[in-house]
């Protein structure tokens, strides 16, 4: 590395070199090359550091002669001399890296202050108290920084000094005090020169590169330890020195609501390390608009300059110095989702940026904000116990144990948090009515966080430390009891559950958002569809966008009052005849589903997945039929039981349907009899639903309706079974159409949710209109992972970094991405007009979205509250794969 | 195809164009061209019959000038004349394909006969009764094939005249009565020209290639349609023209035994079909020796001469006509595995064959037949019930319908039966009590399967149809119901359940099996392992020539009592000291099991998988506790009830192990916290183990027992779960030697049996000294299809052939098979130097270990009383390599 690019001023610096200059550096020679009104100052960049640490940490006299020369100048500029006791030239020295750390690393402010130069201040502003504050504000900064005295015993004598107000004698008493300390407690004294003071300054800031804090701070984050810091060393401006001074930190754009003008603080006399301490309370910065109008203007000029130059928000440091603007500090603003959200938009209009940057600059997460309420908890509140963040959002309510309980408790009004060890789909009647749901048991694909994702309802899962007491209508966590009816605020976005009731802000999508989203789609890329079970939820679906379904479960159909009987007769059903009876029962309520999920989604594709789960799913709990018979054994024995009869018929449909449950209980029911199993074991469901969603589909045409059935096979994994399936498809297709005389276009497609059909999926595409992988199970299978058992270990492989993501919410690329890889190639190569597209959870993630993009997929599906992330990660993989 | 392959004669055919011959056509044309007395004849090929389907269903013209020229030839050889009433030549008219399809297709004997010529053949004969039962022969055979008259109606005639005796008289009226049935049942007669009663008959044995029963037999045995038959025309001989006649069947060596001496049975005066038809009784072949000393040794030449042509153990038929000998047919013996085995054994020392080639003579099930005993039930014998065929061999017992039971009938002195709904590792002490397990549920791989083939032990499991009350002690069966104590008897090969006690033929092996055995290993190939969990185990895998334990499972060993409880202490444990508390309990038991195993092995690899299963499968059944609080509680309600405080003892006792065990279960245990995740949350478990076996082998070295300990980590899903495993390995086998100043060499390998972990196989084979496939686990996951469930529709799948084989008992090649074949590859790749194995079922399975060989792999393991089977499938592998 050149020593020319070892030290170099603000005015002659390339501020495109962020690397060599740090962020605050760059900002610094931007804006004094934009001809703002900068404190001169030199930059001490980030390959003198480097210089230093490969010299076994040493400024050495390169270095430092270079930095002689840069002070030499800076002393000719201002006019002022370093330790000159009439006209002391003071400086600041910060550190400043090319990524921000905030406060991880050293400042030294006033440098230049002894006992000599004080007098000399006091003289030049007539203010001694300003003088010797400036040599206290120095000496213990000196002290903390430089020498590594302990800074508590250092802040003792200053917050005496703060708490009773400013007098002269107090800085003066505080200098002492503090020089004492030192004197105590360092080997090293203060020097009295001031060159001395910033060389040991420059070695300190280097040093605190390294410091425990840094490090860690960049191991979190994921920052290298090479990139180093650069120094930045500037003659002090000061906003102390009386009423036409002050200090300040403005935003060019509100950091909350997006809204374009400037917000901000202004703290009249006082410096800026004044308002990072809190101890005095800010104006807003309107109050210098009052107070200085022309240097609100100079400002707000300012700002649009720097803004304009930089094409995005800036949060801008100021101090007023009698009068006097001084700008000390541009960087990119910090902001809300919200305000990200219309930023992009606004700025895109503005002709700031441009609209792919637009696209660019909202992270998915923040778009997240708005669709979620956000919990915003106060420091006295209470966690109660902390689960996996399974559906976004925040809610309060009374907590209810059981699904009948949460239904009594909503119809009487009550906001209600359904708390249950996990669900089931029994439970789902309770879940429909709750505000937020929390489970003791079950991981990020659970029933419970599958079913809230697709309500949009919060939800947390896995609370491993939850010990929930039905019969007692007790919860139990480390931190204490609660009971059934006490009020919880659940934060499904964090994960945690506070006692009682916790301040929450709406979700709100407003006209930005929207806006936001139509740039988004203005970049192409996959598109987005919709995991939707039903009519609502296509709707909800439609309005966030979604160009299709790629996923309608059936079974969740099933559950509705007046249907689950009916799937439960079948089940029971001994022999054909029976179960077909039971299903010419079920066949008229799946038809006028379809019907109207169709005409919800008005001719856009609608997949139909064909019946999956095991079908012990709906039948009672096995525990819970074990109890009744007992309990109804023990009344038997009771002579006083009045109706005896009726007891004992229900215990032998009891024990009839125990057997049944036993007969059809799984050891693994992940891997048992479901999806394309049941249709090939029992040709009438699969003849069933055909028939519904094709009668479903033709009555939609007759009304005029356009439709666009997918039929969709689950848990294929032998190309038979398939091909078994489609068959039924087709011939009972060609049966409606003929009895209708009515023929629709439809599509048949296999689900990939199996290692094995990943493998032969070329084979299975070249039957199929279409494929969807099925990446939750696909996962579960691939890994070997029960998505249900998994919070028993994978938060531990998490924390211990043996697993960078958790696998159900971004994709596990290696592994089940390997997968997808190879089958999407292989399905294009054996059909070039298969349709390919995704329907699992991780169709909402976008780090996973992006990888499905760069296979070239045609579309993703996920839950409706995720089509609006979805859309954003699409447009941003568009982008990015257009870059590429 | 040309005309000149139409019809060739026995003297001229190249007998090497079987496909163009068929089998019988080939076996006389060699015979013939032996020198051997051959009926003369001629065969119509199969390319004739090609063209007669060809050209819709009609002997050509052309054809039929080819048969009258060979029959003009025929006749001129014999001196005979078709249709010459004074000496008429007779005709048998057989179809033969290429490939051997016994009883499908048709036959007509006697050709010739007519009411003229049945008076010449009357004279010539001087026997009136032959002559018209040779026309009454002809016309049942060709009223039933050529004229498909009811064969039932055609039967009844001939059953009057069979069952009251011979006599003129009746075959005259048979004849009689057969024409009036022919003449009222068929639009077309049997022709009087003898020209016309062949080409009709040509026509019909042509046409029978596509009867039914011939069409299903060949679907059935996978045998191409468009092989087609021949059609063997032949002079008549007779074995019923008297006491110096008769006819026989012999094989050139015993069929059972091997032994190589002539074996067979003779019927004096008496045609071919009367042996067939069962009606008399044959004599051993010994009696022709007696009778005519010179025939019998004419026969032994001609069966020294047919077998050395033809390398292989023949059967032959044969005719002796007033004291001349007819070879009519011969074929390759079919013989029993004991026979197989000793004939390859016999012929390869007699140079007769190659050793690869005695290798390549015997087939796996043939051997299997010799290390199982054989069920051979009666026609009188009734099967209970049928399930799946999990492990080979037959046994007799009465039925116990718990372990405990189990254990005090076998303590009685009974043969037991342990029938079960399923087994866990809890019935483990009656298993090894039993001499067969039958269970309702489970699949192939399910723990009664694993366990019983590892033992030897007969099982069938999966009887769907098999209701088991162990409340009243019943079985029930869609055939009856028996009851505990009753006696059954099990065939493991064939997968029934036989009420009552049936013939079992014991298994032994004798010296051919080890000679056998030592020609199989002299054709290298992968070396077979045994998976071997205890001492026993190891030392009958050793007996049957395993070179190493591949897979030797801990946990089996922690359910032995005294074990368990501290097994189930350390998972009850609540805090890491009482954890380790119990596992330094377990600790010794451990390493007295391993050094028991090295001691056996003697410096052999033995490869010790850590603790797999979740832990929840040491814990006491959910459902028995359940019950057992709920009895107690019943007590406790009961104010007789004494020990009160005992109970209420108890009671918390079992709530606590309730609630520990609802703690652990898991949904999909298969998917859920075992394997290498067990260890990675509990790395004091790994450390236990790992010290255990290192102790045990230091301990070894100490005593001079060589030793070569392999540890192998289990379910691997993540490299970092590999890594930390290793680590923890690595560091307590160091820890190890230098507590005791001793060495060893031992190597540390993963498990492949997840999808993810076959993807990433490179990666993990570069950090291990072997990798091994778990084949069962991989299969599980990758097909998505438990094992304990499969059984539900798997079945189904097999009779519908949409699945070819089950793949828990043949590998799925195409799914499974490519993620092995990838991960070797990428292993290789990764890491030259890396031996990989197989330790699934699959290890035994000899299209399983062919594919293996295919892939270049190392060794596969399998269970002890599969070694031999494996080793024979890896010398055929090698010989298919080689040939390749």
Redesign the interface.
Known sequence: MSASRWVVSFAEADESQRYLLGGKGAGLAAMTQLGLPVPPGFIITTDACRAFYDSGGLVSEDVWSLVKEALARLEATTGKRLGDASDPLLLSVRSGGPVSMPGMMDTILDLGMNKDTVGGLAVLSGDEEFAWDAYRRFVQMYADVVLGVDSVALHAVTRVNESEGGSTLDARDAVASLLEIVDRKSRQPIPHDPREQLRHSVTAVFKSWMNRRAVDYRKAEGIPDDLYTAVNVQAMVFGNTGGSSGTGVVFTRDPTSGEPALWGEYLPNAQGEDIVAGLRTPLPVSALAEQQPDVFAQLEAAARLVERYNKDMQDMEFTVEDGKLWMLQTRRGKRAGRSAVRCAVDMANEGLISREEAVARVAPSELDELLHPVVEPRPTDTVFVTGLAASPGGASGIVALTADDAERLAEAGHDVVLVRDETSPDDFHGMVVSKAMVTARGGMTSHAAVVARGMGMCCVVGCRDLAIDDGAETITSPVGEIRAGDAVTVDGTTGRVYLGTVPTIEAKQDEYFDKFLGIASEMGGLSVWANADTPQDARVALAFGAEGIGLCRTEHMFFQPGRIEAVRAMIMASDDASRADALSTIEPFQTEDFAEIFTAMDGLPVTIRLLDPPLHEFLPNR?DT?ESI?RLQ?ELEDPLTVDRLEAETELETLRLLLARTDRLA????????RGA?LG??YPEITRMQARAIFTAAVQCAERGVAVLPEVMVP?V??L??FQ?QKRIIVDTATEVFERYGVTVEYRIGSMI????AA??AGEIAAECDFISFGTN?LT???????R??SS??LP??LSR???GTDPFVVL?I???G??VSMATTASRESNPEIKVGVCGEHGGDPTSVAFFASLGLDYVSCSPFRVPIARLATARAAIQGSID
Do not use: K
Not at 666 to 673: D, F, I, K, T
Not at 753 to 756: A, Y
Not at 780 to 786: F, Y
């Open positions: 525990i074990f007992n023990r799984e050891v693994n029911p992940m891997l048992g009899h199993r090939v074991t848990l994994a032998y038979s079974e078994d949710e199996l290692p094995r493998l032969i199970d579960q299978t691939t890994l070997g992972l029960s249900d058992d028993r270990f531990g492989y970094g043996l697993v596990d290696e592994g089940v390997r997968l």
